[in-house]
């Protein structure tokens, strides 16, 4: 098959733009907390069951995985339980798991159950080179010893033990598989500088009902003290903070009425800021959060944000928030300061009418790491400005929803290619926004 078959044969979506989103959603649970605790499920020595699981690809990336190192898996309308008992190979089989990036995270599992592990290398969204030093450089500070070898990387321990680990930068990923190490390894281990997000929060709680001793300090530290064994539990995992924006944005700038049930105001305390700033009004419920679209007065209003790791405002919600500003009336700017390469998107949006300039220094309060690089990693929006549709490929899983929210309020019929990108971490994305009123279908 050449490219061009290959592209005719992929799944697409068809979006007739101009209509107003209204009705209620329910936010499923967390894609990022998700994948990380079916990982952790393979600490135990007794099956671990997990509620909320949201039926999108990468958690069932996740659970072949499992099933391929010979857990039983069950999945049975979001509850999914994992019995690690009869674990058979520490070696991650390349050809599936390619597909995000969950894999790294089975060092320490891995190499508590068999002292070793061959994982290859990583895949995901491509918003940036997204090395894994830190990960690396803190597991042989534990006493691994990790080699790269043919596209995967092959690690070796009889014994994991603590160590004092201090991450040049609070990353996601690093600081979860310290702690999916550190649980059940020799000493204490302490992390500093570590990321501390809702979804880290989510793990550690998991882990604690494991029978972990996890402890979150001041100043971004973790302490864990490893235990001998760790044993099943029953866990809900907390709703995706990620949904739940995209959802309140489609409803604000299809000047709708959206509510988003289970919406988490804690966990989007920075979200509901910028959104109040823009001039959308949302009201807080009890059981969710209600966009009130239809209420804007006039213009949305400009504004200058920085992304930021947690609790700042996070880089997973710039793309759609970027999308919003383009129907703002004058000039915004968003400094994304998490990643290098996050703006590659903005180019379909041009193609369907948006202002929007890329720059290389930092356009924020203050310079961020990639001050002395040449990335384009500040953006310049100009609005409001009309779209009109388009046929345009997804890069990515947060541009894929910014794209679909562009195309509700387009000119036009637009037409979405590559929507496995968007499938990754959206549950049932057509029947929810066809529930709200939107005219979307696949072809
Ligand atoms: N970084 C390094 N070296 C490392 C690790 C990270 O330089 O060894 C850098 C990265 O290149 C990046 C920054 O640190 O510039 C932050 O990366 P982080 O490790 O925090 O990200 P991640 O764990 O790979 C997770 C989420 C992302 C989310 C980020 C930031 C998962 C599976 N992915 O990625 O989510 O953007 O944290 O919050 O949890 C998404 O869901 O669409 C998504 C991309």
Not at 153 to 159: G, H, I, L, N, S
Not at 183 to 195: E, L, P, W
Not at 343 to 361: P, S
Request: net charge neutral.
């Amino acid at each position: 098959m050449n490219e061009t078959d290959t592209q005719n044969n992929q799944r697409s979506y068809v979006v007739h733009g101009g209509n107003r989103l209204s009705g209620e959603i329910c936010v499923p649970g967390a894609k990022n907390a998700a994948t990380k605790q079916l990982v952790a499920t393979l600490l135990a020595d007794s099956p671990v069951i997990l509620h909320n699981v949201p039926d999108i690809g990468d958690v069932h990336v996740t659970l072949e995985m499992l099933k391929d190192l010979g857990a039983h898996v069950t999945y049975n309308q979001g509850t999914v339980t994992v019995d690690a008992r009869d674990l058979k190979t520490s070696k991650v089989e390349e050809a599936v798991h390619r597909k995000n990036r969950i894999p790294i995270l089975l060092f320490g599992p891995l190499l508590h159950r068999f002292g070793k592990a061959t994982i290859p290398a990583l895949g995901g969204c491509k918003i940036g080179a997204r090395p894994v030093g830190f990960h690396v450089e803190a597991l042989r500070k534990m006493g691994a010893e990790i080699e790269s070898e043919g596209g995967s990387y092959v690690a070796r321990a009889k014994e994991l033990k603590g160590a004092v680990i201090d991450l040049p930068f609070p990353s996601v990923g690093a600081t979860e598989n310290i702690m999916l190490a550190a649980v059940k390894a020799k000493g204490t281990t302490v992390i500093k500088n570590a990321a501390i997000e809702p979804e880290i929060m989510d793990l550690a709680v998991l882990l604690q009902a494991m029978g972990a001793i996890i402890n979150m300090d001041v100043n971004r530290t973790w302490v864990i003290e490893g235990v001998e064994s760790l044993h099943g539990a029953e866990h809900r995992i907390i709703p995706d903070r990620m949904v739940a924006a995209s959802f309140l944005i489609a409803g604000a700038l299809t000047r709708g009425n959206v509510f988003v049930r289970d919406a988490v105001q804690t966990d989007l305390l920075s979200f509901l800021n910028v959104l109040r700033r823009v001039g959308v009004p949302f009201q807080i419920l009890k059981d969710g959060i209600r966009v009130l679209g239809e209420e804007i007065k006039g213009p949305l209003k400009p504004i200058a944000l920085e992304t930021d790791v947690h609790p700042g405002f996070m880089t997973d919600w710039q793309q759609p928030f970027v999308m919003l500003l383009t129907q703002a009336d004058g000039v915004s700017i968003v400094h994304e300061t998490v990643y290098e390469d996050r703006f590659g998107y903005t180019d379909a949006l041009v193609k369907m009418g948006a202002k929007i300039q890329l720059h290389r220094e930092c356009l924020g309060s203050k310079p961020c790491r990639y001050v002395d690089h040449d990335y384009k990693h500040s953006a310049v929006i100009v609005g409001p400005t009309p779209l009109k549709g388009a046929d345009i490929e997804i890069p990515d899983l947060r541009a894929g929803f910014s794209y679909i929210i562009a195309a509700l309020i387009a000119k036009g019929s637009t037409r979405l290619i590559g929507v496995e990108q968007i499938e990754r971490g959206y549950e049932d994305i057509i029947g929810k926004l066809k529930a709200l009123g939107a005219d979307i279908q696949v072809s």
